[in-house]
């Protein structure tokens, strides 16, 4: 038809025609009848040939030069996988957190549902199927149009060129610079992916591009893929949007910000409109059907962006944070750290994890009543399973987040320093069922009697090395008291770790060696401080002067409820893929790292601890359930430690500043007035609370006990009336305590070697103690004795 003839529609009824006016022809409307005239035959073959662009002369290049340049670039795209979300799971199934770098979930083209398929071909490229890597009607077309209006606005780029730079912005991944590049409009980028497009054509069918493009391509509001943008405006799967919906999706591709729903509904909705009508024009709605979907405006239900362990529920952010760990430093995720983050962050795996949703809410809801987010001081609480090393619960009272002002910190306190957590606490007398382990395993008897003054001189001691000596006798610093006055020995095993008293350990640990302590530490899984740093041999050591975290110590205690068996800890029990591959995990490796008989000796004399007499005489479970455990305080009452258990479960409880420099007296914890905090008073009562909920239902699995004779009760003719040491039948000593010192003075020294002073080094770690804080819990540098120490405090509350 001559233009003279071509007629356009008329407002006017009954379909009537009229002339369309002529337009003066300009210099570039010129140049676009020549490119028409020439295209059929020059340029045609040109672009059929794959070379049309480098073949351009307008652009400078000659023919040869151009060829040379397309033949010279590599024909196989390297398609990257795709990034997705991942998916953490509970015990249970129930979803705790989404991650990802990118909201994506790759789909099959099934899943995908055919309107989202024939709106988004609709109005990116309508000839898809038709046409090859290149649409020589599209390409004529774009030029006639901007050579008649004098700018760029229409492109000719199909949906597989479309694709292949969504897979170069892919590949670009988080670089803004090499993002820029993967977008910039240059002939050199535009003849990639002309090459790269041929190719694809030649090895994917058109169903596959099209299902590839929809999963790579962004629709906004951080959803990549068409199933995280179903997802995200209408809170439905692909297959089941309605012609509206997956017509607002498909418009949505062109400019994701200018057309999004939530933020232009407006525009959104004339988009929308737009897609329907091409969707008619291709015979793929009737007029009817359109007529309908455009009715309205574009209806949302729209689910805000939930990425990260930030989002997590019933106190899991800090679980969530530690599975990344887990997966971002376990070897079997990969051999290096960059192979290990590349799995992490390229997602798309279903995470299922250790945790009891049961027991979490146990934990969550102890060491919130029990301690209030706007206290000085918090509590962080870990479940396991002995057996198994299963991490059923993990907790604190403040919340997972990066909000100061709400109390909020993403230091997970349960754990040590390389997981996420920080340098730990002083765990005080919780670490002296180590030492009786120890003394065990070297061959004491349970009934193993040692004079334990009230106060004594820190004695010397054997190393893995050498020797450590005393360097401070005579001095405060360089003595060891026990809690209370009326802690006055001899003590056997039993009523010394029910009372806590402090010479009988130090007595044997010189007995038995430093070294003898370390190694059994490591064994039960201490490997050393919570901030990573080896664990050092002095005498205090097996008084808990050096800093763990709940998640190691609650791990210690499952062992003697498992008779002696460690099992690493775990959080993962199975990972899969979106395809349903198995991605291998770690599974826990369980050593025989005591005897069985030296556990049921722990376990007996633990049992001890919560009876009457001991120090957690008043944590007993409902319905009398056998428990065991230790309670722990360090010096100044800057943390206070509840460690126990059951047959089938093993939890510790901390309780303190989480810089560790609160001293807990005279404080309001919980709404609760403290004179004074101790393990029994403080942490002990959380503990006890979790637990009741967390054992409900659980059958109840005894220990296997020993024989332990009691010694006779002992009578002091000196002590003051109410002392608690003159009444028979009643534990030696008086009041049940469990304070450990402060570091003792003196060194570590080989033998010949001159002792050396260092001066201590700052610890700069958010969260974290000071060096002036660790000073005031006791801790000295190596071969220098603090000052002020060995001071009588009070026993503990009862």
């Known amino acids: 038809m001559s233009r003279r003839s071509r007629r356009t529609p008329s407002s006017e009824p009954h379909d009537t025609w009229v002339p369309r006016p002529r337009r003066r022809e300009t210099p570039l409307g010129l140049l676009g009848h020549g490119v028409k005239f020439l295209g059929y035959s020059t340029l045609a073959g040109v672009l059929l040939a794959g070379i049309a662009l480098p073949a351009a002369g307008a652009l400078g290049l000659g023919m040869k030069s151009g060829v040379e340049e397309f033949d010279s670039i590599p024909a196989d795209l390297k398609t990257p996988a795709l990034t997705q979300a991942s998916w953490i799971y509970d015990a249970k199934g129930q979803q705790i957190a989404k991650v990802y770098e990118r909201d994506r979930r790759v789909i099959t083209g099934e899943e995908m549902g055919t309107l989202i398929r024939q709106a988004q071909v609709d109005i990116e490229d309508a ?93 906004g509001q951080q959803a990549y893929g068409i199933q995280a943008a179903a997802q995200r405006y209408f809170s439905k799967n692909s297959k089941d949007l309605t012609v509206a919906e997956a017509a607002t999706l498909a418009g949505l591709v062109q400019n994701p910000s200018q057309f999004d729903p939530k933020a232009h509904p407006e525009a959104s909705r004339k988009r929308r409109d737009v897609v329907i009508d091409k969707m008619v024009e291709n015979k793929h709605l009737t007029p009817e059907q359109a007529k309908e979907a455009k009715s309205g405006p574009v209806a949302l239900h729209y689910q805000a962006p939930q990425n990260g ?82 991490i059923l619960a993990m907790t604190q009272t403040r919340p997972y987040g990066i909000d100061p002002a709400k109390n909020q910190t993403v230091v997970n306190y349960n754990v040590d320093a390389a997981m996420g957590g920080g340098n730990g606490f002083q765990p005080g007398s919780n670490f002296k069922p180590i030492v009786a382990a120890a003394g065990l395993e070297a061959g004491l008897t349970s009934t193993q009697s040692y004079s334990a003054p009230n106060k004594m001189d820190w004695p010397t001691m054997t190393t893995c090395e050498g020797t450590w000596k005393n360097l401070e006798k005579g001095k405060k610093g360089g003595a060891i008291p026990n809690e209370s006055a009326g802690e006055v020995g001899p003590y056997e095993l039993k009523e010394a770790m029910a009372l806590s008293v402090n010479t009988y350990f130090v007595q044997m640990e010189q007995e038995i060696g430093l070294c003898a302590v370390k190694q059994m530490a490591n064994k039960l899984g201490v490997a050393g401080k919570a901030s990573g740093k080896p664990l050092q041999e002095l005498p205090a050591l097996g008084l808990g002067t050096q800093e763990v975290s709940p998640l190691v110590m609650a791990n210690v205690y499952a062992t003697f409820a498992n008779r002696g068996t460690y099992c690493t800890p775990v959080a993962i029990s199975s990972i899969t893929t979106m395809d349903g591959k198995d991605v291998p995990v770690s599974p826990t490796k369980c050593d025989r790292v005591l005897s069985e008989s030296t556990a049921d000796i722990i376990n007996t004399v633990l049992l001890g601890v919560t009876e009457k007499g001991g120090t957690a005489r008043d944590l007993g479970l409902d319905g009398d359930r056998q428990i065991a455990g230790k309670t722990g305080t360090s010096d100044e009452k800057k943390s206070a430690w509840f460690s126990g258990y059951t047959g089938n479960l093993a939890a510790s409880v901390w309780l303190g500043g989480p810089a560790g420099g609160v001293p807990m007296k005279n404080i309001r914890i919980g709404g609760k007035w403290f004179d004074e905090v101790f393990g029994a008073t403080g942490p002990g009562p959380i503990w006890q609370m979790a637990m009741n909920d967390a054992v409900r239902g659980m059958p109840e699995k005894e220990f296997e006990t020993v024989y332990i004779p009691n010694p006779p009760p002992k009578r002091d003719p000196s002590a003051s009336p109410g002392s608690g040491s003159g009444s028979p039948g009643t534990w030696p000593g008086g009041q049940p305590t469990d304070v450990a010192p402060t570091w003792p003075g003196g060194r570590t020294q080989a033998p010949g070697r001159p002792p050396t002073r260092k001066p201590a080094q700052p610890t700069t770690q958010q969260d974290q103690p000071t060096q002036q804080d660790q000073g005031q819990q006791g801790q000295a540098p190596q071969g220098q004795a603090p000052q002020g120490q060995g001071q009588q405090t009070q026993p503990e509350d009862q």
């Open 127 to 219: 000839r898809f199927y038709e046409h090859g890597a290149v649409d020589l009607k599209g390409v004529l077309r774009a030029i006639t149009k901007n050579a008649e209006s004098g700018t760029a606005v229409q492109g000719a780029s199909t949906l597989t060129q479309q694709y292949v730079k969504n897979v170069n912005v892919e590949k670009a991944g988080d670089d803004p610079v090499a993002v820029l590049e993967a977008q910039r409009k240059t002939l050199g980028r535009k003849v990639q992916e002309l090459k790269y497009a041929i190719k694809l054509e030649e090895e994917l069918t058109k169903d596959q591009i099209l299902t590839n493009y929809l999963n790579i391509t962004y629709y």
């Open 309 to 390: 362990c930030i989002t997590a529920d019933a106190g899991m952010g800090f679980f969530c944070d530690y599975v990344r760990h887990v997966i971002k430093q376990d070897p079997v995720f990969g051999k290096t750290a960059a192979e290990r983050k590349k799995l992490w962050d390229q997602g798309g795996l279903s995470i299922h994890t250790t945790l009891d949703p049961v027991k979490q809410a146990a934990a969550l809801k102890a060491v919130t009543t029990k301690v209030k987010v706007t206290d000085q001081v918090s509590a962080a609480m870990t479940m396991v399973e002995p057996g198994t090393g299963k």
